[in-house]
């Protein structure tokens, strides 16, 4: 692999800068996250989550996971999940592995970027399971400040859906932010 084949996959990541996470768009959020605003997120929230459970977690691993788990949206954008819910089953996990395969090419880490993106989508190790936690705590804590900034009721749908985490303790912060829903807590930042 040369410097070429790095800059064109340095240059799909950097294409998650530039795609709005569809969601936020579609319920007229003004000036949405992108998609590596969120990413950003993920990884924050996996790195404290890993501290938090009581299972041993590879660290390293779950932030591998958390760094590349949107990666794939650089080609197919972010579609939002009731789209994809609407799409023959398996089809989601086959196409963001294609969109993977076609970032990396031949890299020499392809087949270990591909595993850890396997990994993910099979959720069945404790890091797997903690970054699908860390996915969609970043999302309602998106939901909440995008709240608390705006009187955007297309948001109070986020919240109408029942979310089982896989870890209590990403349950319990999910559910301390449901209470801070115009409950007027002040936050550390605000004290």
């Given at each position: 692999m040369d410097e070429h084949d790095a800059v064109e996959i340095l240059r799909y990541a950097n294409q998650l800068k530039r795609t709005a996470r569809t969601g936020w768009v579609q319920r007229g959020v003004a000036e949405a996250e992108d998609v590596a605003a969120h990413s950003y997120g993920v990884v924050f929230a996996t790195l404290l989550l890993a501290r938090l459970v009581e299972d041993a977690i590879d660290l390293g691993r779950a932030l591998a996971l958390a760094v590349l788990h949107?990666?794939?949206?650089?080609?197919?954008?972010d579609i939002p999940s009731p789209?994809?819910?609407?799409?023959?089953?398996?089809?989601?996990?086959?196409?963001?592995?294609s969109a993977i395969e076609t970032m990396l090419g031949s890299a020499p880490f392809a087949g270990e970027w591909l595993a850890w993106h396997d990994e993910l989508t099979l959720n069945e190790s404790p890091e797997a399971r903690l970054v699908h936690d860390a996915d969609k705590i970043d999302l309602f804590v998106q939901a909440l400040i995008y709240e608390?900034?705006?009187?955007?009721?297309?948001?109070?749908?986020?919240?109408?859906?029942?979310?089982?985490f896989h870890y209590p303790v990403a349950q319990a912060i999910y559910e301390a932010l449901a209470a801070q829903r115009g409950g007027g807590r002040q936050t550390r930042m605000e004290r």
């Open positions: 949107d990666l794939p949206e650089a080609l197919t954008t789209a994809w819910r609407l799409l023959p089953a398996g089809l989601k996990a086959g196409v963001e592995r608390e900034q705006s009187s955007n009721s297309h948001l109070q749908e986020f919240w109408n859906v029942e979310h089982a």
